[in-house]
């Protein structure tokens, strides 16, 4: 006997991967002059590409949880790697949960967790590598990748050095400069293909016809900058865009008091595991080097989305499956003098973003350039998966793009914010003497324009972008630019405005029950 559920159409299925510290340019797809990434291009081909899409945050745990709950950084409060994640926050997993998925988990989230909800002795609140609520976790691999190290030594590696030490070349290296050499472990041993290939297998184990909602957490190409052959000399040190930077680091450093406190901060050790001495130091036939490594790794990790892609048409679910590619947050690599992400130059923060819904072909292979942001993709999984709307969410559905649709009211500027309090330390706030909640700076960034505007009585900053797109030139005191200033400084008061926790001030009890709660607008 037929029933109406026989007849409601099957909810999809969905895989959401996110590649760690991937910049937005460096695709084939985005018309990048070296980059080859043909299977991140095959899943544009099905999709949509959104050029101009930007983290929300930076480092890990502030851009994850913009991405997970939704949420600006303003409202969702995580300011660093080890802030907590206020328990009253909704999240993408929460919500796919909700509607009657179970969200696995291959990789890390990096969330801490609140401390109100845990007991003080909880070993959990000892690392900021928490797993976002409402997950099942079926293969966590943290910054230590013991996981991984033991699917190694299984394998005959020798893995006594631990990580980050197993990143280090197999045949050693020089003290101070950078080498292709390859580590120990091969192209079919990276962390990546360890994560893709468990994903493979709990693949196969899914029920047909039972949809699934998966998420994928890479940490290429975060550093170390190391990778297998034939990665490693895939991309020529000499070929590449040139770096977008001044004269020197020490021009760099003069420029703003917050650069010149960043540029200090910058050691190899952290990138290159072993080496001393500081980033801006560098030679420039090592910051190529290390490039050249960078775009290895990126293809290293679109390798193995090769992999998922096939596995996923293998057992006949290509058809049904939404897939969001995305990252946390970008990489400097080599721009100004720097490595990692921070700050608020563009190459920490724009990221690339395809989405690919196979019930959704009108918009397939465009792309989008208008801007997009990393809140984004909550609210646009709710809306593929049919699930109840949250009108609260920063972010909007990016559903009318991939229906070849524009919609009229859509965001002129991408917005971020990057908050450099050092809770712990204090090192920050003795630096600039200033307290941690005045240790932070916001940006808006329009097509023409960008406004960096700081807490704590440090300078604002104004950059032209269609005269000086490597953002070298502060025009923020020049009096032929006050209109700018003033027009950009007031967009962001009233984006703030327009975006403080709107968690229940968009409800109201009346004498009918609430009121107000109903689907938010698109673009606003």
């Not at 945050?57 to 994640?85: D, E, F, I, K, W």
């Amino acid at each position: 006997m037929e029933t109406i559920l026989d007849h409601q159409p099957r909810r999809p299925n969905v895989l959401l991967i996110t590649c760690d510290q991937w910049r937005g340019d460096c695709l084939s797809a985005a018309g990048h002059p070296v980059v080859k990434t043909p299977n991140a291009d095959a899943l544009a081909a099905e999709g949509v590409l959104f050029r101009r899409h930007y983290g929300g945050a930076a480092p890990c745990s502030p851009a994850r949880a913009c991405l997970y709950t939704g949420l600006y950084q303003m409202n969702n409060r995580v300011c660093r790697n080890g802030t907590p994640l206020d328990a009253r926050h909704g999240n993408i997993a929460l919500s796919a949960r909700a509607a009657g998925y179970d969200p696995t988990l291959f990789g890390y989230t990096d969330v801490s967790l609140d401390p109100r909800q845990l007991a003080a002795g909880d070993p959990r609140l000892r690392s900021y590598e928490g797993m976002l609520p409402g997950f099942t976790v079926r293969q966590a691999l943290p910054e230590h990748q013991k996981q991984w190290l033991s699917w190694l030594r299984a394998q005959g590696i020798d893995t006594s050095s631990g990580s980050p030490g197993i990143h280090r070349p197999a045949e050693g290296q020089a003290e101070c400069d950078v080498t292709n050499a390859p580590p120990v472990y091969s192209k079919d041993q990276t962390p990546s293909a360890f994560l893709a290939g468990e994903f493979i297998r709990w693949l196969g184990e899914q029920e047909k016809g039972v949809p699934w909602f998966a998420h994928i957490s890479f940490i290429s190409p975060h550093p170390p900058f190391i990778v297998p052959e034939p990665y490693n000399t895939m991309y020529d040190p000499a070929e590449g865009p040139a770096f977008k930077r001044a004269a020197s680091w020490q021009a760099e450093a003069a420029s703003h008091p917050y650069l010149a406190y960043d540029l200090a901060l910058q050691k190899r050790t952290k990138f290159v595991p072993g080496m001393e001495g500081g980033v801006p130091d560098w030679s420039e036939e090592n910051f190529h080097r290390i490039r050249a490594i960078y775009y290895g790794m990126i293809s290293e990790v679109d390798a193995q989305l090769g992999r998922i892609w096939q596995a996923i048409k293998s057992a006949g679910a290509w058809d049904d499956t939404i897939i969001v590619l995305t990252s946390d947050h970008a990489e400097m690599m080599g721009d100004h003098f720097m490595l990692g992400k921070g700050g608020f130059f563009d190459a920490s923060y724009h990221i690339p973003l395809i989405v690919r819904d196979p019930r959704r072909r009108a918009a397939a292979g465009s792309s989008v350039e208008h801007f997009t942001e990393a809140v984004d993709v909550f609210p646009t999984l709710l809306d593929l998966i049919g699930a109840a709307p949250q009108r609260h969410l920063d972010g909007c559905s990016l559903t009318p793009w991939l229906d070849g649709d524009r919609p009229g009211n859509w965001r002129d500027a991408a917005h971020w914010e990057f908050d450099f309090r050092t809770i712990a330390a204090g090192e920050a706030e003795r630096h600039f003497g200033m307290e941690s909640r005045d240790s932070n700076l916001a940006v808006i960034r329009s097509a023409d324009y960008k406004y960096v505007h700081f807490g704590g009585g440090l300078p604002a900053l104004l950059f032209d972008l269609q005269k000086d797109p490597g953002e070298l030139n502060n025009v923020a005191n020049d009096p032929a630019y006050l209109p700018v200033r003033l027009e950009l400084a007031e967009k962001m008061l009233a984006w703030r405005a327009a975006h403080l926790d709107q968690s229940l001030a968009l409800a109201e009890l009346t004498d009918g029950g609430v009121a107000g709660y109903v689907a938010k607008a698109v673009g606003q």
